[in-house]
């Protein structure tokens, strides 16, 4: 970062670390320790929604990369496309590396700019859903947990709790205020 863009309040723009995402296995590891958080064995990918036939055509490739599994396509009502891949919940670092193969796979055609976060869905024993969803852009985390998506409401005391959990294990996004919801996300 130069002098004028100190004195303009300007950032350098923090560029994304996929590979962060192969810290989540771990983060679960801790979550059902210490908070009887289980994994859903659901995690999603999610990008401005994209048509057409490079897409489709990036889909097979994706395909092929997860050995066949298909990934499951949601566009949601805000205009955003959600790749769903499902594992055994008990496979956490071989849903990571799916959720990195297709994240790699956008990134490398081109799709990297429209890339908004990857989530995994956790659940509770008494059936409370968590996403930990990671930032594209930010290069962070940050939890979320919807209480009723219908009222919009979100349970802010356990986010902040995870956060204290998983803080040693994540790079947690420091402003809250990013931590924007991701209602409907897939696996919660």
């Known amino acids: ?3 004028w863009d100190a004195i303009f309040g300007r950032s350098k723009r923090v560029e994304p670390n996929l590979d962060a995402l192969f810290a989540l296995p771990t983060a679960a ?3 059902e320790a210490s908070a009887e958080m289980h994994p859903t064995g659901v995690g999603a990918v999610c990008f401005r929604q994209a048509e057409g036939g490079p897409f ?6 994706i ?6 599994a298909e990934p499951e396509q949601m566009d949601d009502d805000y205009g955003y496309t959600w ?3 499902k594992r055994s919940p008990d496979d956490m670092t071989a849903l990571c590396t799916d959720l990195h193969a297709v994240n790699s796979t956008l990134e490398a055609a081109g799709f990297g700019p ?4 990857t989530t995994i869905g956790l659940r509770s024993d008494d059936g409370r859903g968590l996403a930990l969803v990671y930032l594209y852009k930010r290069g962070t985390f940050y ?6 998506s219908r009222a919009q409401r979100r349970d802010n005391a356990l986010e902040l709790q995870v956060r204290a959990i998983v803080s040693g294990d994540l790079a947690i996004e420091k402003d809250v205020s990013r931590w924007f919801p991701v209602w409907g996300a897939p696996g919660l």
């Open 56 to 61: 489709a055509r990036l889909k097979d490739d």
């Open 143 to 148: 939890p979320f947990a919807p209480v009723d």
């Open 1 to 3: 970062m130069g002098f």
């Open 83 to 85: 790749l769903v891949v």
């Open 29 to 31: 590891l801790t979550l």
């Open 114 to 117: 429209s890339l908004l976060c």
């Open 63 to 68: 395909t092929q990369l997860l050995d066949g």
